[in-house]
């Protein structure tokens, strides 16, 4: 899922997300709630409407933000790029929710897992996450278990006020619900999550943390803890995951469906370019299936010199509209460089159309495999 932070995904329009064949988008309920406000999109009769992309929207809970914004309030605050100056900085959180101030202007809010299904009700989006406390990894086993038995309230909560409310968001669609697995790098609390969210019922389970997609050992060694308690009918998907190809390839071996990350775009904006190709697709055994690339970490750096006077695409094989027009290394290296705006839209096509691609090959092997 390409990531739209603010209701777009950056640089890119509808037709291109369209073109690069995107089935789901992904929109943040944090940023969105404080700006222009979750009201404002129900009474424009929703975010598919407000943005102008009917295709599927996933809105996260918001929990994130929440936790992890705080940090960044500090250093605004210190910069004084802050009206207001929040009296706490940091998200205040109880067994009801949470109390956090905003990163725009210091103004205090207070999330409850049914606060956070109701925005998500407002957005109109297709599916909803529950309300989740995310725990940094360098948590204590004592705390962490504190804050998983929260999460595991707040989704039985937000399930009870979806169901409360027939599934459906503020302007009658269906919404599906999915759970959050938690609990750090602790398998015990791993396995117990699991256990818990997969026994509510919802209609996707995903995996969440700071680790998660950030530290890919550790991932998929979560992965692999609960891999066996999760239904085989139901999506999996694992939360901020999708920097690297080769992330994607592990996660999909290791039995996951759903993705998203802002790496795609952002990488893009900063020179790096994907290249490379999965291989040995062929083979039935996942484990044996490859992703090699000449470039480090599947990279390429469009800034470097040596593409000066380079007249080849992108990537040769590569079907996006950048690489299929025609697009020059050269060019593209000329427009990063000075930092003209047609570079960011080139460069984001390509990158989230190789991503795209990726899984959709991924898609094929797996289900022939
Ligand atoms: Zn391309």
């Known amino acids: 899922m390409p990531v739209g932070t603010q209701a777009t995904v950056k640089a890119l329009s509808p037709e291109d997300l369209l073109y690069s064949k995107a089935q789901i988008i992904l929109a943040n309920t944090y940023h969105l709630y404080l700006r222009p406000g979750d009201s404002l999109i129900k009474d424009l009769t929703g975010l598919h409407r407000f943005m102008n992309w009917d295709g599927p929207i996933l809105t996260d809970s918001g929990g994130f933000q929440v936790f992890s914004l705080g940090k960044q309030i500090e250093g605004k605050q210190k910069l004084g790029l802050l009206e207001r100056t929040p009296t706490k900085v940091m998200s205040k959180i109880t067994d009801d929710g949470v109390e956090f101030s905003s990163y725009l202007d210091g103004s205090k809010h207070f999330f409850t897992p049914e606060k956070a299904i109701e925005i998500q009700r407002n957005l109109n989006s297709d599916i909803v996450m ?4 995310c725990t940094p990894d360098t948590a204590t086993e004592t705390y962490t278990r504190e804050a998983l ?4 309230a707040w989704a039985k909560r937000c399930k009870d006020y979806w169901e409360q409310h027939e599934r459906l968001s503020n302007l009658g669609q269906y919404q599906a619900l999915c759970g959050i697995v938690q609990g750090a790098m602790h398998r015990n609390l791993r396995e117990e999550s699991a256990h818990a969210i997969v026994g509510m019922g919802f209609d996707g389970v995903a995996v969440g943390g700071e680790t998660i997609g950030y530290n890919m050992q550790g991932t998929l060694e979560i992965m692999d803890w609960i891999r066996p308690l999760l239904p ?22 290791a039995g996951f469906d759903m993705f998203d990350c802002v790496a795609p775009t952002r990488l893009a904006r900063n020179g790096a370019l994907y290249s490379g190709v999965l291989d040995h697709l062929d083979q039935p055994n996942p484990a044996d ?28 094989d590569c079907d996006c509209w950048t690489c299929t027009q025609g697009f020059s290394r050269a060019y593209l290296r000329h427009l990063y460089l000075t930092k003209e705006l047609l570079y960011y839209r080139l460069a984001s096509i390509h990158n989230v159309r190789f991503m795209i691609r990726l899984t959709e090959h991924l898609q094929t092997a797996t289900l022939s495999s």
């Open 289 to 316: 299936w490859t992703f090699a690339s000449e470039f480090s970490k599947g990279r390429l750096q469009i800034g470097n010199a040596r593409w000066a006077r380079d007249t080849g695409t992108i990537q040769e």
């Open 232 to 253: 085989e009918d139901k999506p999996r998907y694992a939360m901020g995951l999708g920097r690297d190809p080769q992330d994607i390839l592990d996660a999909v071996r």
């Open 149 to 152: 038995n929260r999460t595991h």
């Open 130 to 133: 529950a309300f989740d406390e």
